[in-house]
């Protein structure tokens, strides 16, 4: 199976609007991360926001906002007030295992979702 | 540098030559790690470093692949007698190290095998 599962290739917005991008993943590890990531055309990858397995709140970073939803296995981000600039691809990932563990550094990606912001 | 660095940002080699990618991590950052994006997919891990030794090197697809870190801080992915299906780009990464859990990425390193 696989253990990050993005379903949508590609999203289409509308500027200023929100728009939430799906990831579901499998584990049974009961510690573990998980990640989003936004890709431009430039190649980076800049991180967005990191919600932990035992956090009790959704994780928020500016318009970013992380909808956790453990029971479900899904770690859904949420783009307020979408921006042009926002058009990228986005990754979700996953690190099973604790933080300090060996496998620390070790990320599991999904396959993506590009997202497209109209003006 | 302010962010990770890393170097050729483009590298067109051919069928069985050897090449090192170079990947200079965020000044403090103990922890690095590297990983592969082929044409349109997710990334693939391939080796992570706390400090000078590696944990983990399950991610390497084979021996022709290796990578070294020395002084804690730059290291070198060296892929041996290159194939076509090489062709990728490799990201260099790194973060504060363990517990930490921000880890930031650099642009790439474009390879193509011809």
């Known amino acids: 199976a696989q253990k990050i599962t993005q379903t949508q290739p590609g999203m289409f917005v509308q500027e200023k609007e929100a728009v939430t991008l799906d990831c579901t993943y499998d584990?049974?590890?009961?510690?573990?991360?998980l990640f989003w990531y936004k890709q431009p055309s430039s190649g980076e990858m800049i991180f967005l926001i990191y919600?932990?397995?035992?956090?009790?709140q959704n994780a928020t970073e500016g318009r970013y906002s992380l909808n956790f939803q453990k029971a479900r296995k899904s770690a859904n981000l949420v783009i307020s007030a979408s921006q042009l600039g926002d058009s990228a691809m986005y990754f979700c990932?996953?690190?099973?295992?604790?933080?300090?563990?060996?496998?620390?550094?070790?990320?599991?990606f999904g396959q993506g979702t590009i997202l497209t912001v109209h003006p | 540098g302010a962010g990770v660095s890393q170097s050729p940002s483009n590298k067109v080699t051919e069928k069985g030559k050897d090449v090192e990618l170079r990947c200079d991590p965020i000044?403090?950052?103990?922890?690095l790690y590297w990983y592969r994006q082929s044409l349109g997919q997710g990334l693939e891990f391939l080796i992570y470093?706390?400090?000078?030794?590696?944990?983990?090197k399950s991610g390497l697809p084979s021996d022709r692949f290796s990578a070294e870190r020395t002084g804690g801080s730059v290291s070198t992915l060296t892929i041996q007698r290159t194939q076509q299906e090489d062709s990728a780009v490799y990201l260099c990464?790194?973060?504060?190290?363990?517990?930490?859990?921000?880890?930031?990425f650099g642009e790439g390193s474009w390879l193509t095998v011809v």
């Open positions: 990464a790194s973060s504060l190290g363990r517990g930490k859990n921000t880890i930031y």
């Open positions: 584990t049974s590890d009961p510690s573990y991360g």
């Open positions: 919600q932990g397995s035992y956090d009790q």
């Open positions: 990932a996953m690190r099973e295992g604790p933080a300090g563990g060996t496998s620390y550094g070790k990320l599991t």
């Open positions: 000044s403090g950052h103990t922890a």
């Open positions: 470093f706390q400090g000078n030794s590696a944990p983990d």
